[in-house]
Every structure is written in structure tokens, then in C-alpha cells.
């Protein structure tokens, strides 16, 4: 999420490749924070920076000014090391630099109508591809070797995605996912699934990723919202979860392991197997926890799940149970932790387990 107004604190809010770390930057300077303890690892007063890019815990960032200073131009990349708070590289492009994402063997370049693609280790320009034009910078990035994709919007008139192997350095496929044009991105850790919203952000579909097909859809609500941020939980976890923000100033939780099951069972009725997709997408139960007025409506935000805790039941004959830990930062600088509990009846709660403004937070 990146914020260039001068009416909000925050430029940009990043978490890490498996969420353990996140990164804000506000007119100047930026920060690195944990996590788990919301402890400030790192700062540097040195001008407004719109993106801040983390390697997972590793020194590593890649940075881009907001250029509000000379020195920091929004069409320069920096690759810079904490541990000695100095440049290692600098890549120059022609026009603004809109996203940055990296792995352990690739760097990813996104502007306007280009993205670049090299080799981390060595900054060797990989691949040139030529997208639709996209000003918003969307992108989504599955960080695993194995499933390295890249999707970038197809189109600026409809909401279709172009998803790219980055490793094999080929396209994979290309996904219609709505009419409208799309809003946000999303592609899980693994790489299995992509998540996608429309300017409507009434449906959020997921597809998966292998052969390009929708598995189900997600009603977020019936009226019109945008959504600011789309972010699979840990694949390492189950279940899979999805969460959204948007200018309802609600978070949206999803969960994939219910609708597939419902999807398995309406596919085998009847009415499922007489109803086309668009009309079956209204009959998806929205399989979703959501709590309302998390932040104030309008207020851009970003929420990623930390990890997804199960209890298991208390007899065989029980559900299990989970905890998953919600992280929300907000263009204000504000931090939210959630505990959102669910029962073997599939009934939620959320806890607000801590709250505090990033920007007050210094160095000790």
C-alpha cells in the first residue's frame, strides 16, 4: 500500500515475504518493525520514501523516494543494507517506479506499462514485459521458488490478469475475473491461488493458479466498496485464509476449506449443475467473519494474518477450532493486532489485543 498525499502520515506500509516483518515510511524517514512484538528494529531519517521493500529478516531492502528531494527520485531504485546503512546498487528506469517485489533469486520492477525482471544476486535484467497500462502499480507476488508468479493487470477496461512464471521467465496464463477493472491482487505464499476485486469490490474471486480456473466466490457485500488490500494467510497453516480491507473501514475474513466444501456439494445437486457461473455466484454462502468499523470508513488500510493457531476439539466427534492473528496498519500510522477465534459451530469473535501509533515510536 502506497500513499503519496500530503494528507496522510503514512507513504507506504509493506510486510515482509511471510509477514514476520513490515516496513512503513512516512515524509522522513522510514521504519522497520517486528511483527510478533511490534518492536521498532530499524529507522533511518533520510527523506520520504513511497516504497520500502523487505527481504524477509534479511538487512536487504529495496527503496524508492517519493521525490519530494532531488536526491530521491521516484524512477530510482535503491538496494540498500541496514547493517551498514549504505547503497549497495542503484537501478534508473524512465518513468516512476510503481512496485518492487523480491525473493531469495528475483527482483521485480513494476511501472507503468513495463515490468522488469532480474536476477537479485547478480542484477541482470532477466525479461522486459509489456503490460496493459496500470498506474495504480497493482501487482501480486508469490515469493516460493517452486510457484514463482507475478500477476500484473491485463487490461485497464476489464478485470483480467496476466500471471508469469518468474523464475522460468514465461507467461502462465491469463485469468478473466471480472467485467470491471480490477482493484487488487493477491497471490498466496505457495502460489496456488490468486484472490482478485473489481472497482465494484461487491465479489472477490479466487482461482487457481495450475489451470487458470475459478474455484469459488466470496460475496464481501451487496453495496459498492473499494478494496484497499487483498492477503492470503501462511500456507503453511490450515485453513486458508484471505482477508480484505475496504473503505467500509471493515476487515473481511474468508475461508477457503468451507467454500470448497460447499462448492463440492452445490456441484453435485441439481440446481448446481443447471445454474451458470454468474448466477451461482450469488448462491455462494459467503463462507466470511467480518468486523465492522475497525477503522473510520475511507480510511485506507492494509490487514494481513500473521499466523493461524488450531485447538483441536474436544471430542472426535468435534470441529477444531482456530485463532488467527490479524495485523492492520493504516495510512495514519495507526497498528491494530485482532484475535479472531472461531468455534467448531463456525462462530467468531474478534479481540483487539493491542493498538498504538507507529509514528510515535523512536529508537531507544
Known amino acids: 500500500m502506497a500513499n503519496q498525499s500530503s494528507s496522510c502520515p503514512i507513504y507506504c506500509v509493506s510486510f515482509n515475504q511471510d509477514n514476520s516483518g513490515f516496513a512503513i ?15 521498532l528494529c530499524y529507522g533511518r531519517a533520510a527523506g520520504a520514501y513511497v516504497i520500502v521493500e523487505m ?5 536487504l531492502l529495496a527503496i524508492v523516494g517519493a521525490g519530494e528531494q532531488p536526491s530521491l527520485s521516484p524512477r530510482r531504485l535503491c538496494l540498500f543494507k541496514t547493517t551498514t546503512g549504505s547503497p549497495l546498487r542503484e537501478l534508473n528506469f524512465l518513468t516512476s517506479i510503481l512496485a518492487v517485489r523480491m525473493n531469495k533469486k528475483r527482483l521485480v520492477v513494476v511501472l507503468v506499462e513495463k515490468t522488469f525482471v532480474y536476477d537479485l544476486n547478480t542484477l541482470t535484467m532477466l525479461d522486459t514485459i509489456d503490460t496493459a497500462p496500470n ?20 487490461s485497464a477496461t476489464r478485470g483480467s490478469v496476466l500471471v508469469y512464471n518468474v523464475m522460468d521467465l514465461q507467461s502462465h496464463s491469463e485469468i478473466d475475473a471480472h467485467r470491471s477493472p480490477l482493484a487488487a491482487i493477491a497471490l498466496s505464499s505457495n502460489g496456488m491461488y490468486i484472490a482478485t476485486a473489481s472497482e465494484q469490490g461487491t465479489l472477490i474471486r479466487v482461482h487457481l493458479v495450475s489451470d487458470a480456473t ?5 460475496r464481501r457485500g451487496t453495496y459498492p466498496s473499494t478494496i484497499y488490500s487483498l492477503s492470503f494467510g501462511p500456507s503453511t497453516h490450515l485453513p486458508d485464509i484471505l482477508i480484505a480491507t475496504s ?13 470448497i ?59 477444531s477450532s482456530f485463532r488467527a492473528t490479524i495485523l ?37
Open 135 to 154: 498506474p495504480k502499480g497493482l501487482c501480486a507476488f508469490s515469493p516460493c521458488l517452486e510457484a514463482c508468479f507475478l500477476a500484473v493487470p491485463a
Open 328 to 364: 492492520v496498519i493504516t495510512v495514519h500510522g495507526y497498528f491494530q493486532e485482532y484475535t479472531l477465534s472461531i468455534d467448531n459451530k463456525n462462530e467468531s469473535a474478534w479481540t483487539l489485543e493491542r493498538e498504538f501509533n507507529l509514528l510515535s515510536i523512536t529508537t531507544s
Open 247 to 259: 473503505s467500509s473501514g471493515s476487515i473481511h475474513a474468508f475461508f477457503l476449506q468451507s467454500a
Open 214 to 218: 475459478k474455484s469459488y466466490s466470496f
Open 55 to 59: 527481504l524477509y529478516r534479511s538487512d
Open 261 to 319: 466444501k460447499q462448492r463440492s456439494k452445490r456441484s453435485t445437486s441439481f440446481l448446481g449443475s443447471v445454474l451458470p457461473d454468474t448466477v451461482t455466484d450469488a448462491l455462494d454462502p459467503a463462507h466470511h467473519h467480518v468486523l465492522q468499523n475497525a477503522v473510520s470508513a475511507g480510511i485506507k488500510s492494509h490487514a494481513v494474518v500473521r499466523k493461524i493457531d488450531k485447538v483441536e476439539g474436544t471430542s472426535p466427534f468435534d470441529s
Open 25 to 39: 515510511s512516512s515524509k522522513d524517514s522510514f521504519k522497520i518493525f517486528d511483527s510478533t512484538t511490534g518492536r
